[in-house]
């Protein structure tokens, strides 16, 4: 199975700070990669599918990139409602697995 | 509007059983694969089961294969997990989540609430 690992697993940041998170993958895998936030008590939301393409209502603050093995969700300007815990997520052939999650704390 | 909402979360005893359910509204349910992803208390997101369309293909994370069984009703646009020989490590709330696109599986782009269960002696 392919594992996901994501880094910092905790991200002190400002209101208008530029926040990169990084995923990456046990081996290659392809297009599939998503970027879900959740609060404390709510279920996941979908930011980013497809790497790199952004959910309709998403902010486009948040964007997705990389490819191979190495993804990345960057918020540009990280807003007060953005404080929350990110999860990445893949697809491959009927198994989904995700990331450990990397919580955006208030600095 | 598009919603998901379960049901049937409780306390059970290890070695138990339940059923928990997913009602979906305001899509139409029979054209969206449905899945079940769990999350232990102050844990990451877990996928658990997935099953398409028309019921006809079913898979399981290993951790559940063998105890869980997920099952669908076009009719009653709803999606269940049958949950045996229950295991304290399978404590968790359980969401129901809608693939995003008809033809593949790959993402989640609805989710419900969730729902609560614990396994306790």
């Known amino acids: 199975d392919i594992q996901m690992t994501q880094s910092p697993s905790t991200l002190s940041a400002s209101v208008g700070d530029r926040v990169t998170i990084t995923c990456r993958a046990s081996?290659?895998?392809?297009?599939?990669l998503a970027w879900y936030q959740q609060k404390p008590g709510k279920a996941p939301k979908l930011l980013i599918y497809?790497?790199?393409s952004l959910e309709s209502g998403v902010p486009s603050r948040f964007s997705g990139s990389g490819s191979g093995t190495e993804f990345t969700l960057t918020i540009s300007s990280l807003q007060p409602d953005d404080f929350a815990t990110y999860y990445c997520q893949q697809y491959d052939t009927y198994s989904w697995t995700f990331g450990q999650g990397t919580k955006v704390e208030i600095k | 509007e598009v919603q998901l909402v379960e049901s049937g979360g409780d306390l059970v005893q290890p070695g138990g059983s339940l059923r928990v359910s997913c009602a979906a509204s305001?899509?139409?349910?029979?054209?969206?694969?449905m899945s079940w992803v769990r999350q232990a208390p102050g844990k990451g997101l877990e996928w658990v089961a997935n099953?398409?369309?028309?019921?006809?293909?079913?898979f399981y994370v290993d951790s559940v294969k063998g105890r869980f069984t997920i099952s669908r009703d076009n009719s009653k646009n709803s999606v269940y997990l049958q949950m045996n020989s229950l295991r304290v490590e399978d404590t968790a709330v359980y969401y129901c989540?809608?693939?995003?696109?008809?033809?593949?599986?790959?993402?989640?782009?609805?989710w419900g609430q969730g729902t609560m269960v614990t396994v306790s002696s």
């Open positions: 099953i398409k369309q028309d019921g006809s293909e079913k």
């Open positions: 081996q290659n895998i392809n297009s599939w």
């Open positions: 305001g899509f139409t349910f029979s054209n969206f694969w």
């Open positions: 989540a809608r693939a995003r696109v008809a033809a593949t599986p790959a993402t989640f782009d609805i």
């Open positions: 497809k790497v790199s």
